[in-house]
């Protein structure tokens, strides 16, 4: 088994290259530079990072890009065009075929139809009934937390940290769940000035390692809406629960932040399957 100090030096050498990645993503991204940047040899790195984190690099770079396309598909009126080639694709049928293998569906109908369709749909014509929504109490949830500051989408950047530092110290146990908890308005705050954290449950004894924080998610009563879908397209579907569930729901929403539970992992699944349960604080139930 590997001193932990050596697997922590390899987890934090791997962080920085998703960063880099994160951080070009609009430019030709040489894996050699990448190797450079995780200070290992050019010949071994990458065996190295598709051993630990479970895809090669080209998978993670080519998954990064596409779901940044997919949340420009979603959310802007960008033309095709120009989200294929910031997404690294020269012609438009390529980034068809690429983005349709990961979204099951050409970018044209992803954009008319994926599942932030149907909940822009539902807004529209204020329907409350359009998608479940749930009324559970939680409890008090001590947290190990991985604070994060930037684009939401780019929250997974954090959870990787988070994890890794978990592995190293001996503290990740099986099926440990991956949540997430937002702290500012996307539509009041600028994108790289964002606020989140990458969390996951830990037991009142553990002692986390100075690296990460604890935090601990409010307990009380929320209204959880299970979404299905890309992570992309989760923009409306907050718009439908605090826009049109929440008014004619006769709940008043609690002065704390909102936060999601992943239930399966994009590295796993393909977007169209991703399961992720979104937490908003209800008040009045004292």
Same mark, same amino acid.
């Given at each position: 088994?590997?001193?932990p100090? #050596?697997?922590?030096?390899?987890?934090?050498? *791997?962080?920085?290259?998703?960063?880099?990645?994160?951080?070009?993503?609009?430019?030709d991204?040489?894996f050699?530079?990448? =190797?450079?940047?995780?200070?290992?040899?050019?010949?071994?790195?990458?065996?190295?990072?598709?051993?630990? !984190?479970?895809e #090669?690099?080209?998978?993670?770079?080519?998954?990064?890009r596409?779901?940044?396309?997919?949340?420009?598909?979603?959310?802007?009126?960008?033309?095709?065009k120009?989200i294929?080639?910031?997404?690294?694709?020269g012609a438009?049928?390529? /980034?068809a075929?690429? /983005?349709?293998?990961?979204?099951?569906k #050409?970018?044209a109908?992803?954009?008319?139809?994926?599942?932030h %369709?149907? /909940?822009?749909?539902?807004?529209?014509?204020?329907d409350?009934?359009?998608f479940p929504?749930?009324?559970?109490?939680?409890?008090?949830?001590r947290?190990?937390?991985? %604070?994060?500051?930037?684009?939401?989408?780019?929250i997974?950047?954090?959870?990787?940290?988070?994890?890794?530092?978990?592995?190293?110290?001996?503290?990740?146990?099986?099926?440990?769940q991956?949540?997430a908890v /937002?702290?500012?308005?996307?539509?009041?705050v600028?994108?790289?000035?964002?606020?989140?954290? %990458?969390c #996951?449950?830990?037991?009142?004894?553990?002692? *986390?390692?100075s690296? *990460?924080?604890?935090?601990?998610? !409010?307990g009380?009563?929320?209204?959880?809406?299970?979404?299905?879908g890309?992570?992309?397209?989760?923009?409306? =579907?907050?718009?439908?629960?605090?826009?049109?569930w929440?008014?004619?729901?006769g709940?008043?929403?609690?002065?704390?932040?909102?936060?999601e539970?992943? *239930?399966?992992?994009p590295?796993?699944?393909?977007?169209?399957?991703?399961?992720t349960?979104?937490?908003l604080?209800?008040?009045?139930?004292e």
């Amino acid at each position: 088994m590997s001193k932990p100090q #050596t697997r922590a030096s390899y987890e934090a050498r *791997l962080n920085r290259v998703v960063d880099h990645i994160y951080a070009h993503l609009d430019e030709d991204i040489r894996f050699d530079d990448l =190797a450079e940047v995780a200070c290992l040899s050019p010949y071994h790195w990458h065996r190295i990072y598709a051993a630990i !984190r479970g895809e #090669t690099i080209a998978a993670t770079v080519r998954r990064l890009r596409l779901l940044r396309a997919a949340d420009r598909l979603a959310n802007s009126s960008e033309p095709l065009k120009a989200i294929a080639e910031r997404a690294g694709y020269g012609a438009l049928d390529a /980034f068809a075929r690429a /983005f349709k293998e990961h979204y099951g569906k #050409t970018p044209a109908d992803y954009r008319s139809n994926g599942s932030h %369709a149907m /909940f822009k749909a539902a807004t529209r014509k204020q329907d409350i009934t359009g998608f479940p929504v749930e009324i559970v109490s939680l409890p008090p949830t001590r947290c190990a937390a991985a %604070a994060h500051i930037g684009s939401y989408m780019q929250i997974d950047s954090a959870m990787a940290r988070l994890f890794s530092e978990l592995a190293v110290n001996g503290l990740l146990t099986p099926g440990q769940q991956m949540r997430a908890v /937002f702290l500012d308005d996307p539509d009041l705050v600028p994108a790289d000035a964002l606020r989140s954290k %990458a969390c #996951t449950p830990v037991s009142e004894d553990v002692n *986390l390692p100075s690296s *990460l924080e604890t935090t601990v998610l !409010r307990g009380g009563v929320y209204a959880r809406l299970r979404y299905k879908g890309p992570y992309a397209d989760m923009k409306d =579907a907050y718009r439908w629960l605090l826009g049109v569930w929440l008014p004619s729901s006769g709940y008043d929403a609690d002065d704390a932040p909102i936060f999601e539970t992943y *239930l399966n992992n994009p590295t796993e699944v393909p977007p169209p399957e991703l399961l992720t349960d979104i937490h908003l604080p209800l008040r009045g139930f004292e």
